[in-house]
């Protein structure tokens, strides 16, 4: 049976994947300079891990919503002039809802990024974009994600160059600068590995574990919150870095574990005194950063990559922790469980 880690050790072969078929003359993508993102769970986390690269290089504004919130309580701002819905499996019921709502009451375009191109939402969707990683058949999505948040990288690179806001150099240079980041990933799982080894005995006495992040690696910390609630099943939160501070800060205790995700960016040192503080009021501090080099409970993976790229890189060692703590606490992650769950609340079709 497939499980988890086989796909995290696919991604990079995927990703290569993705970026040499993806197809930037997608005409229905022209002038778009407002796009509204719907997406929950895991595709919400990658739609805010993608965001700051959408923007700065795509050119344009984000926003991003829950589509169940969205379908009851919200509604379009005029501004918008695409909207994209994102839901790996395409069986999300409140995705397919809120894309129904929209397309039934606005002249507005809508595309779907799935990896079913026959899965209910692409019947409600204006256009369809398939995520082009195959079909994931666990749960606990991992490849499905990195694949989400370059897919979404990708659109913003085709919306631009469709919206004549990029020339054909840049717009390569740009796919470079991906492949480059992709190549990087088989040797992040090695590294990962090697430092889970040395850190798996007291990660596995953790009571609480908590992730901050700060610009794109946010939805890298929201996304480790989905994917350690899912799989280790013990309390797991993701911070934005300045909002642990206002309240979260005051649960520490010498139980929690805290892993700061850390990029060479101007806020890097509010991050660094923060974990200064808070090293000596929990049980461990942990980074996780693109550095070359740092201290025993740094995992330094010594990427080059920009800030804005690295969220597709630094939620790859959560993944693997996710995995091997859940196995290491005996944790099936093959056997289902809340078995009757889909049935009876119906949020997924
Ligand atoms: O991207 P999708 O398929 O809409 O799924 C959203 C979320 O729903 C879940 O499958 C749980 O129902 C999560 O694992 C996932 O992140």
Known sequence: MVSMLDYIYEEQVTLEKIIKEFDFNLPELKDVTHCLILATGSSYNASLAAKYYMESTGDMYIDIQEPF?????????????????????????????????????????????????????????NHMLNLNMGMEKVGFVTKGYSATVLNLMLLSLAIASQSHRMDEKVLEKEKENLCKAVYSI??????????????????????????????????????????????????????????????????????????????????????????????????????????????????????????????????????YFAYQIATIQGIDLGQRIFDDFDQVLQSKI
């Open 69 to 125: 919130d969205f379908l009851h309580y919200g509604k379009v701002d005029p501004k918008f002039d695409l909207v994209i819905a994102v839901s790996q499996s395409g069986k999300s019921t409140s995705t397919i809802h809120a894309v129904e709502k929209i397309t039934q009451f606005q002249k507005i375009k809508t595309i779907t990024l799935t990896s079913d191109s026959e899965s209910p939402i692409t019947k409600v969707a």
């Open 186 to 319: 088989n040797k992040i799982i090695d590294k990962t590995a090697k430092f889970f080894e040395n850190k798996k005995a007291e990660l596995k006495e953790s009571n609480r574990f908590l992730a901050i992040g700060y610009g794109p690696n946010w939805g890298t910390a929201k996304e480790f919150e989905t994917k350690f609630t899912e799989t280790v099943r013990k309390p797991s939160q993701g911070f934005e870095l300045e909002a642990y501070m206002h309240g979260p800060y005051l649960e520490a205790n010498e139980t929690h574990s805290i892993f700061f995700v850390e990029t060479d960016s101007a806020i890097l040192s509010r991050s660094k005194a923060l974990r200064g503080y808070m090293e000596s009021h929990v049980k461990r501090c942990y980074v996780i950063s693109t550095q070359s080099a740092g201290g025993e409970d740094e995992l330094a993976l010594d990427l080059d990559v920009s800030e804005k790229i690295s969220p597709l890189l630094l939620v790859i060692p959560f993944q």
